[in-house]
C-alpha cells in the first residue's frame, strides 16, 4: 500500500512539473514557481509521511481546529 502512494505522488508530481512548471519557468513568473514549488513540496511531504505512518509531521486538522472560530466569524461578519 505505501508502496502505491509513493508512486502516485511522484506520478502526479511529475505531470504538475511537466505540465505547469515548464511553463512558469519559459514565462519566468518567478513568484507563482517559488509558490508552486513550495506546495508541491509540502504536499510531497506529507503524503510520503502519511505512506510511511511515521506521523513525524505535525497534525494539520490541529490548525485548522484553531482556526474554525475566526473563520465562522468571518464568515458570519459577510453574510
Known amino acids: 500500500?505505501?508502496?502505491m502512494i509513493?508512486?502516485?505522488l511522484l506520478i502526479f508530481s511529475l505531470l504538475f512539473?511537466?505540465?505547469e512548471m515548464k511553463p512558469m519557468i519559459k514565462n519566468r513568473t518567478w513568484k507563482e514557481?517559488?509558490?508552486s514549488t513550495g506546495i508541491l513540496i509540502l504536499a510531497l511531504v506529507y503524503g510520503a509521511?502519511?505512506?510511511w505512518?511515521?506521523?513525524a509531521l505535525p497534525n494539520p486538522n490541529i490548525l485548522i481546529t484553531m482556526l474554525k472560530p475566526f473563520s465562522q466569524a468571518f464568515e458570519t461578519f459577510f453574510k
Do not use: E, G, K, T
Open 33 to 35: 514557481l517559488i509558490i
Open 53 to 55: 505512518q511515521s506521523y
Open 17 to 19: 512539473i511537466w505540465l
Open 6 to 8: 509513493v508512486y502516485s
Open 49 to 51: 509521511d502519511y505512506a
Open 1 to 3: 500500500m505505501p508502496v
